[in-house]
């Protein structure tokens, strides 16, 4: 395991699985702070894009993290603490933009999501918790995108994302303007690791039969 | 397309497609030269301005999407 993970670290491409690790505990544990394991490992303090399944997800993905922020102490949070004063006419994207933490989709008010996107692009909220429709026509740019699950709401169930969909959210990784690198994070179940590895290195043959 | 003939000279392929010399190999330079390879080229990760890093994590998955998704959060 050792030797892979280092092949892989020049390569740069890790690829993880916690069941590899030994003990029970250890993946118990680890389930507990997934996201914010990833955030804390790849962000550096810059703002972040997290892609979730549902509306309902990104809020409620948006309320842990906020809930990470506000409960770490002032040393130990992951990214800044919003400089200025703003206020949102949806409750829960009021409290948790206090944490510097937004959500965003179809479903919100017309002015609370250009805020969002003015806020986030200023630099004043460093987390964006959205569907993956915002990874097309809205330029908002982040130094870390995570796919947190590889499944969209489709067809009244939950699907995996296209090819296209995925490469579209990764694109969002790399802010030109700021910074010389980008990282993208994809989260998904253990059995499509192997498609989404291929996906990103580019290895995946097209054949026809 | 190939069977058609039509006067197509540029061909984009997408990012995901790698093998684009087997695209290239079976197109052909053109009808009269259909065994000689259409000339093919590559743009890569190295024309990119800002350099992307990416990582795939794969997690154990007991459950629906919902209970993943809820899982990847936090518990």
């Known amino acids: ?209 | 397309m190939k069977s058609v003939g039509s006067d197509v000279r540029f061909i984009a392929l997408s990012a995901t497609v790698p093998n684009s010399a087997d695209i290239a190999e079976w197109l052909g330079k053109c009808p009269s030269a259909s065994q000689s390879l259409a000339h093919n080229q590559r743009f890569g990760e190295e024309f990119r301005p800002v350099k992307l890093q990416k990582f795939v994590y794969g997690y154990q998955s007991p459950g629906n999407d919902f209970v993943f998704d809820k899982k990847l959060d936090r518990a």
């Open chain 1, 1 to 209: 395991m050792t030797s892979y993970l280092i092949r892989n670290w020049i390569e740069r491409k890790w690829i993880i699985s916690w069941a590899y690790r030994s003990g029970k505990f250890v993946l118990t544990q680890s389930y507990n702070d997934r996201l914010p394991e990833v955030i804390q490992k790849h962000s550096a303090r810059k703002p972040i894009m997290v892609f979730c399944m549902t509306r309902a997800m990104c809020i409620s993905t948006a309320k842990v993290l906020a809930q990470c922020f506000s409960t770490a102490k002032p040393a130990d949070r992951m990214w800044p603490t919003p400089t200025i004063q703003f206020s949102f006419r949806d409750k829960d994207l009021h409290s948790t933009g206090a944490c510097g933490v937004a959500f965003h989709h179809a479903g919100l008010d017309q002015n609370d999501r250009a805020l969002v996107e003015r806020l986030f692009l200023e630099g004043h909220l460093s987390v964006i918790c959205c569907t993956s429709t915002l990874a097309v026509g809205v330029n908002l740019p982040a130094h870390l995108v995570v796919i947190k699950n590889t499944a969209t709401w489709s067809n009244g169930g939950p699907k995996e994302y296209v090819d296209l969909e995925v490469m579209q959210m990764l694109g969002r990784a790399g802010r030109p303007q700021f910074d010389d690198t980008g990282v993208a994070v994809i989260m998904t179940r253990r059995e499509h690791q192997v498609r989404y590895e291929k996906m990103v290195s580019g290895t995946e043959i097209l054949e026809s039969w």
